[in-house]
């Protein structure tokens, strides 16, 4: 079934969010602050620059200048999911692009493997049309606010009144209310960048009060945007709504009841629901540091997390829910890149506990498992699963540069997503679930890896994301260090989950594989390759080589001196050749990295850059140095939500850490952080974990278990002074030990 349905379905599915927000003033001081909000100075001339609303399915931007209110209009369910007729010829499959690779064919591999990509407009994400709302030559506006504690946006205004509005976290629905006269003039603009693929022009109509378009496309594509206004004292109250469908349903008499029972409902009680349930999405996590920018973007990207990515809702993709309103379709067709994009972006929910969030992404995986086993059986010929690593909303491949786009371990990466939330809420369901995702992909991997003369197993293709572009070098010699880390970092999981669920013949088959790879290629200097012939010797946006150190985990601080020694001599490598190739995710996913080995100084210079250089007025992720102050030779716009949660992540590494078993309180917060807290951060292992420090030292922690489980605890406090609350602690080496039941709740108090 497709994610495109009507909102009576997206009705119950926002409803039943609603029934677990109860709770009010004991959740209070999770609020994020008035100060953590985003206040951003009129005129807001760039869609690019305007407040983010959403609630998972629609999205909105909320910009203007002068007297005219522009809200930018998405949904997320909104694509032109045509593909190719190339994709499904015979020869359209991974032996085919092999022998011309083989052949160094590559105007064969661009005309057969990559071309439609940049030839074609479609498949391609939607955008959603404009509402303006010109409110008269005697009103102007001043300022924007976004109320991160109710997500709402504000619009100050020369009068001293005050335009607000939400997307409802409830409702397929956007309230807005304006005090003081009528607006001078609401109009509806339908989407014009559709044309470009042959779309007829969208049909609009309406009366005073009430305006809507509906867009046709080709293959049963058909959605359209409703207004709704309605004078109530001496305020003005607007509903609006988008409507999606591939049936026969009344597009438009489904978005007028939509919007006229929003405003049935009166503005006060649609916005209490929806103020409790944003009470509830901030009470998962807190934290609180003494540096107010790095805390405005962490809060703000949380933020995104509850206005972007919903259960019931599609995932995020490049840009989530606010699809460019330039009058152009999205750049990169606003598509589903998992050489990076989608796996960062969803990097940074298991540590703030904001799991529903990331099932989202999950349940959107898991829903294309049978997708993904037919691109298995048709494209590499194998039994399985694998995951395009371009793709369209329902998981069809969209090609570009093949060595990249049709590699078949990005998706291994994907799969050990549902590896990790397994660790982190230890459920039983979310380990069944994981297993079977990631045993389809090691089957599709196992069949496809072959055996050299030293008994290795090696792909018949590698790469390296984006390494050497889209030229005949990207393909590396078997194995990159890419493909080997990510193949490794999916096999152990599957290990171990095997092993949980007491399934110990798989699981010493699923060892068996990885142990097979062999080593990763060094140089002689110590530093990581990009493969066995290829030196990292320039600067490059993707740390593709050394995914073993971060996000992995499998080179650590904690290892032999060999691996140490590999981990300093390729950072300092980082370092000798510079940032000149970097674009902003480079840097706060090298801000993750250093907190990862504890350099927690250049962890926060990386993270003060990209905060600095690297992301718009509205705190989007821009990609290129927005200063031009040589941070990077990209200069370019077009925004992506990836850095932004690789930032929020690098805040989580510096004050919690939890890998191989051991949570790490304060493992690499910088100096200027001398005094700082968090309360529920989550820990692998099903660990809510709190604690506080001043003066550079940790002087309170809680750790509360979800599950019945063992916790180790690295002992970095400095003292021996440590008061707990329940006796049973004991040390075992650096670690501290005890044997925690669901519910329990371990408090340790230090001194020095």
């Avoid at 504000?154 to 209310?177: E, Q, W």
């Avoid at 607006?183 to 339908?190: D, F, H, Q, T, V």
Wanted: charged fraction near 25%.
């Amino acid at each position: 079934m497709r994610l495109n349905r009507n909102f009576i379905l997206t009705g119950i599915i926002f409803s039943f969010l609603f029934v677990s927000c109860c709770s009010t003033k004991k959740n209070s001081r999770f609020l994020p602050s008035a100060d953590l909000n985003l206040l951003l100075e009129a005129p807001l001339k760039n869609w690019d620059e305007a407040l983010p609303l959403g609630n998972g399915i629609l999205g909105g931007l909320l910009w203007g200048e002068q007297d005219t209110i522009r809200i930018s209009l998405d949904r997320g369910d909104l694509w032109d999911l045509r593909v190719p007729s190339r994709f499904s010829e015979p020869d359209f499959n991974w032996m085919e692009l092999k022998k011309a690779v083989d052949a160094r064919d590559m105007k064969r591999v661009t005309r057969d493997f990559d071309s439609f990509y940049n030839h074609l407009k479609y498949p391609t994400k939607l955008p959603g049309g404009r509402l303006e709302i010109k409110l008269g030559p005697d009103r102007k506006v001043e300022k924007f606010e976004l109320a991160l504690a109710s997500a709402t946006g504000k619009v100050y205004l020369n009068d001293g009144t005050r335009i607000d509005g939400f997307f409802s976290a409830v409702h397929p629905v956007a309230i807005f209310r304006i005090p003081g006269p009528e607006p001078e003039s609401i109009k509806l603009i339908a989407p014009g960048a559709v044309n470009q693929l042959g779309y007829p022009e969208a049909e609009t109509g309406g009366k005073k009060g009430e305006y809507w378009y509906l867009q046709k496309g080709v293959e049963k594509i058909e959605y359209g945007a409703f207004v709704s206004t309605r004078r109530i004292g001496d305020e003005t109250i607007i509903a609006l709504t988008i409507c999606s469908s591939h049936d026969e349903l009344d597009l438009l008499s489904e978005a007028r009841r939509i919007v006229n029972d929003a405003l049935d409902k009166k503005w006060e009680n649609s916005f209490k629901v929806h103020r409790e349930y944003w009470r509830d999405f901030w009470s998962k996590s807190r934290i609180l540091i003494p540096d107010l920018n790095h805390l405005k973007h962490y809060y703000l990207v949380q933020y995104f997390y509850g206005a972007a990515s919903r259960k019931g809702a599609p995932s995020i993709p490049l840009q989530g829910v606010w699809t460019a309103d330039n009058g152009n379709l999205p750049p990169w067709h606003g598509d589903y890149h998992h050489d990076l994009n989608t796996q960062m972006t969803y990097e940074a929910y298991q540590t703030a506990g904001r799991f529903e969030a990331g099932e989202c992404f999950l349940d959107h995986m898991y829903r294309l498992l049978p997708q993904f086993q037919k691109f298995a059986k048709n494209f590499y010929k194998t039994p399985g699963a694998a995951i395009p690593t371009v793709m369209t909303q329902e998981g069809e491949p969209m090609t570009g540069w093949v060595m990249y786009s049709l590699s078949p371990t990005n998706g291994a990466w994907v799969g050990w997503y549902f590896y990790k939330h397994w660790l982190y809420t230890r459920q039983a369901k979310d380990l069944e679930r994981g297993y079977k995702f990631c045993s389809e992909l090691g089957k599709c991997l196992t069949r496809l890896l072959e055996e050299d003369e030293n008994g290795l197993l090696k792909l018949p293709l590698s790469s390296s994301p984006e390494i050497f572009d889209n030229s005949h070098r990207a393909f590396l010699k078997p194995n990159s260090n890419y493909d080997r880390d990510c193949m490794e970092a999916l096999f152990r999981g599957l290990e171990h989950m095997a092993q949980e669920k007491g399934e110990s013949a798989q699981s010493e088959k699923w060892r068996s594989v990885y142990q097979k790879f062999g080593p990763r290629s060094v140089d002689e200097n110590n530093v990581l390759m990009y493969s066995s012939n290829e030196k990292m010797n320039y600067s490059h946006r993707h740390l593709s080589h050394s995914m073993a150190i971060h996000p992995f985990d499998m080179m650590t601080i904690d290892g032999t001196e060999n691996e140490k020694k590999i981990i300093q001599s390729t950072v300092q490598q980082y370092d000798t050749l510079g940032t000149k190739a970097w674009v902003g995710y480079s840097f706060s996913w090298m801000s993750c990295l250093c907190a990862r080995i504890g350099d927690s100084e250049t962890a926060i210079n990386n993270l003060d850059i990209y905060e600095k250089a690297f992301i718009s007025k509205n705190g989007f992720h821009v990609n290129g140095d927005q200063l031009k102050a040589g941070y990077s030779k990209f200069q370019y716009r077009p925004f992506t939500l990836e850095g932004n949660f690789l930032a929020s992540q690098a805040v989580h590494e510096m004050l919690l850490q939890s890998w191989h078993g051991i949570i790490r309180i304060f493992p690499a917060t910088p100096e200027r952080w001398q005094d700082a807290e968090f309360e529920k951060l989550r820990a692998e292992g099903g660990f809510k974990v709190s604690a506080k420090r001043k003066a550079n030292t940790a002087v309170w922690i809680k750790i509360e278990a979800t599950v019945d489980n063992k916790l180790r605890l690295l002992d970095n406090f400095g003292t021996d002074n440590i008061k707990w609350s329940m006796k049973g602690v004991v040390k075992e080496g650096n670690n501290f030990v005890f044997n925690m039941k669901k519910g329990d709740v371990l408090k340790a108090e230090l001194s020095d």
